[in-house]
């Protein structure tokens, strides 16, 4: 019996020793995982800690914003697995996964399966919004976002209170993430997390000219220095908020 590959309809060597991995996921697309996840915890709990964190919870939402930001153009112009259009697929594409994984039979992607491309989208939608929100808003007693004094009053309260609201949203899509990377462990034997720690699977449910040579470690390097000088930019010319802060 032989495993597809969806990605390119082709069959998977199945006599690749058990121990055999290949390489799939780049050291850039490991290194944002990881930190996307630090910055959002990092957010949360210096929004837990109250006011006189707030200047490492724009430190954190400075970060999300670069790594999705990162992430974006690394999806156009990194390695074959990072990109999107070599994960993406249409709703019927989706929906036929799902349907042949809750019945057990759904194959092997080298990259990202269909559902987890859907879930890679919502989730960098959803944290590069709260993020950019994040910029304009206010607690009405001490501090303002960065970028509040590009906004009216009336309209920093409204963006102060999406950027509330969408984190219960991102939240709950969390939870299902991590659920499914759950069930892949359970009922796939597939250890998603050691995956995105390493970089490798296993050679079974990778087709040789799946495996990446390279993480274009240099481009990666420029594209994030780019980014990073962007926002620091944006930031740096922004108008003071200040002058407002007694109408607030």
């Not at 930190?35 to 999300?64: D, I, P, R």
């Not at 879930?119 to 709260?130: D, H, K, R, S």
Request: net charge positive; proline share 3%.
């Amino acid at each position: 019996m032989t495993t597809l590959d969806n990605n390119i309809q082709t069959p998977v060597r199945q006599d690749a020793q058990d121990g055999e991995h290949r390489l799939v996921w780049d050291w850039p697309v490991r290194l944002f995982h990881w930190s996307l996840v630090a910055s959002f915890l990092g957010a949360f709990v210096t929004n837990k800690l109250g006011v006189a964190y707030f200047k490492y919870h724009v430190w954190c939402g400075y970060a999300v914003i670069a790594l999705v930001s990162f992430r974006i153009l690394w999806g156009l112009l990194g390695t074959k697995h990072a990109r999107f259009w070599n994960f993406v697929r249409g709703p019927r594409a989706t929906w036929r996964y799902a349907r042949d994984f809750w019945r057990g039979y759904a194959a092997h992607h080298a990259g990202h399966n269909p559902l987890g491309a859907l879930m890679v989208l919502l989730l960098l939608g959803a944290l590069g919004a709260q993020a950019a929100l994040g910029l304009f808003s206010n607690d009405e007693i001490f501090n303002v976002g960065p970028l509040a004094g590009y906004v009216s009053k009336q309209t920093s309260l409204l963006l102060t209170s999406l950027h509330r609201r969408t984190f219960y949203w991102i939240a709950a899509a969390v939870a299902i993430h991590v659920g499914a990377v759950i069930l892949h462990v359970v009922g796939k034997r597939e250890n998603l997390v050691r995956a995105m720690i390493t970089g490798r699977k296993r050679a079974h449910a990778v087709a040789p000219h799946d495996e990446i040579d390279s993480s274009r470690g240099w481009l990666a390097v420029a594209l994030a220095a780019g980014v990073v000088t962007a926002l620091a930019l944006v930031v740096h010319f922004a108008p003071s908020a200040e002058a407002d802060i007694g109408e607030f």
